[in-house]
């Protein structure tokens, strides 16, 4: 089962320089990155500058209309009113099967803010406990994941969150 979680950085740049970190222990066989994507939001901008991870090798790979479907409700969907809010709304389900819901996208709306970044993993294959140690002194805060509650309580507890 894929696993999509969603870390936020302090800075704009720190999503990416993450990516970098977690593309060099899929390199080690770690984790398998299946694919990702990155929002920075730079203080003093209107909206977030979001970028998805070019990953032609991942079997499986999500195309960029996910990625933009998901961005334009987590982002841009509430500058436009309630009618077109609706409209997303019923294209919400389409995510239900990677384990976004509407608490999902409310607690990402509400983390990711200007100044702050954020990355969108979806990955397999994880060896936790070497994911955990490459990471441990990476300063990050683990917003949402799709794994189950005990998963999610334990990843927590592992990064300190």
């Known amino acids: 089962m894929n696993t999509l979680t969603v870390l936020k950085f302090s800075t704009p740049e720190g999503a990416q320089e993450m990516l970098n970190k977690i593309y060099m222990m899929q390199n080690k066989e770690l984790i398998t990155v299946v694919d990702a994507a990155t ?24 195309d960029g209309a996910f990625w933009g479907m998901l961005f334009g409700l987590l982002f ?22 990677y384990g976004i819901d509407d608490n999902f996208i409310k607690r990402v709306r509400s983390e990711v803010e200007p100044g702050t970044s954020a990355l969108f993993l ?40």
Do not use: Y
């Open 39 to 62: 929002v920075s939001w730079p203080e003093g901008k209107k909206a977030p500058k979001t970028k998805q991870a070019v990953n032609l090798t991942g079997a499986g790979a999500l």
């Open 76 to 97: 841009f969907i509430p500058g436009f009113g309630l009618a077109i809010g609706a409209a997303m709304g019923a294209l919400s389900g389409h995510f239900a099967d």
């Open 122 to 161: 979806m990955t397999t294959n994880a060896v936790v406990d070497r994911v955990v140690g490459e990471l441990k002194d990476t300063e990050f805060e683990l917003v949402s994941t799709n794994l189950t509650k005990e998963q999610e309580d334990e990843l927590r507890s592992a990064f300190g969150a």
